[in-house]
């Protein structure tokens, strides 16, 4: 019997390199999180509007991130790889404006995200969600001709 793509070496390979990236960027965001949550309070002077769409704007990413975490940890789930890809591409384009100079003068950060998107992205593409063996066989619309 042929052994399902979710348990070759290279799909378990994938899914360890994925949680690992979504660790990191799970326990980083969690810092982000707390310096704007500080920096809400300590910007008096600027618009609350400004700081409250910034402010949830972290959270949705880091919740987004974390719930990815989850199922990628917990499932292996096929929702997971495809969200895992769409972090990943989003953290490519917030790495290049960090590297330009556009989101920030932290060229370090940048080469650090631009890292954890490539790697991320790779193994979300190596990645294979599990296979339940209980799921009955999905019909090949080819086979019939």
Not at 18 to 31: N, W
Not at 82 to 99: E, K, N, R, W
């Amino acid at each position: 019997m042929p052994t399902p793509a979710s348990e070759t070496g290279r799909s378990r390979i994938g899914w360890l390199v994925l949680r690992i990236a979504l660790l990191i960027e799970t326990v980083g965001g969690a810092v982000l999180v707390w310096d704007v949550v500080v920096g809400f309070f300590a910007a008096t002077q600027d618009p609350v509007g400004a700081r409250l769409s910034l402010l949830l704007a972290v959270l949705v990413s880091w919740v987004w991130i974390g719930v990815t975490l989850w199922g990628a940890l917990a499932r292996r789930a096929g929702w997971a790889r495809g969200s895992a890809l769409t972090i990943h591409v989003l953290m490519f384009a917030a790495a290049t404006g960090v590297l330009q100079g556009l989101l920030g003068d932290v060229g370090g950060l940048g080469f650090v995200l631009l890292v954890l998107a490539v790697a991320g992205f790779v193994a979300a593409i190596i990645a294979r969600p599990a296979v339940d063996p209980a799921a009955p066989p999905v019909p090949d619309p080819g086979a019939g001709a």
